[in-house]
Each structure stands twice: as C-alpha cells, then as structure tokens.
C-alpha cells in the first residue's frame, strides 16, 4: 500500500515569506509548525503557519517531485499558482479541506 502525500506552502501574517513543505500526513505536520515544534526552523523564526495551498498526491514519490519542482518555481510563478487557488489568501482549515 503507497503513502499518500501532500504539499503545502505556508506563508505568515503579512504573505511575504513563502515556505513550501511535503508530508504524507497534513494535519500533523501543520500542528508542528503552528505550535513551533522545531524550534530555530525556518518556519518558527519567521512565523510561518498559514496554510495557503496544498495538493494530495495518492503517492508520496510524486508529492515529494512536485515539491522539488515548485521550490523551482520563481517566486511570482508561486505567488500565481496561490492566488488562483486561494485569491484571499485565508489560512485553510486543513480538516475541512481534506
């Protein structure tokens, strides 16, 4: 049986830092970032904790391929990709949106 998995890409209060992250289970790895789990992350230091896009992938492999092409991405092309997903840029309620 495969793994699903997830990207997602957090931003802070003001949308000016991007963080794109993969996961096989969102609601965990969410939690951990919006309660400052690691400590001295990137995510912690900046106040990284609103979802603001994410994709499910039935296979971990593809999620972790997208990730690492969307890390290529420029950042307007990020920002693009957002706003046609999610134009108010609202933190998503990743219960009700799973």
Same mark, same amino acid.
């Given at each position: 049986?495969?793994k699903v !998995?997830?990207?997602?890409?957090?931003t802070?209060? =003001? $949308?000016? %830092?991007l963080?794109i @992250? %993969?996961?096989?289970?969102?609601?965990?790895?969410?939690n951990q /970032?919006?309660? !400052?789990?690691f400590? @001295?992350?990137?995510?912690?230091?900046? $106040? %990284? =904790?609103k979802?603001v896009?994410f994709e *499910?992938?039935?296979?971990?492999?593809?999620?972790i391929?997208?990730?690492?092409?969307?890390? !290529?991405?420029?950042?307007?092309k *990020?920002i693009?990709?957002?706003a @046609?997903?999610?134009? !108010?840029? %609202?933190d998503?309620?990743? /219960?009700?949106?799973?």
């Open positions: 049986m495969e !998995g997830y990207i997602y890409i957090l802070n209060k =003001t $949308n000016n %830092v963080y @992250g %993969v996961t096989s289970n969102l609601t965990y790895r969410l /970032h919006r309660t !400052g789990y400590s @001295g992350s990137f995510t912690c230091r900046y $106040n %990284v =904790t979802l896009y *499910k992938f039935d296979n971990i492999e593809i999620a391929a997208r990730e690492k092409q969307l890390k !290529g991405w420029a950042r307007q *990020k693009n990709l957002i @046609g997903f999610n134009p !108010g840029w %609202v998503i309620n990743c /219960h009700s949106a799973l």
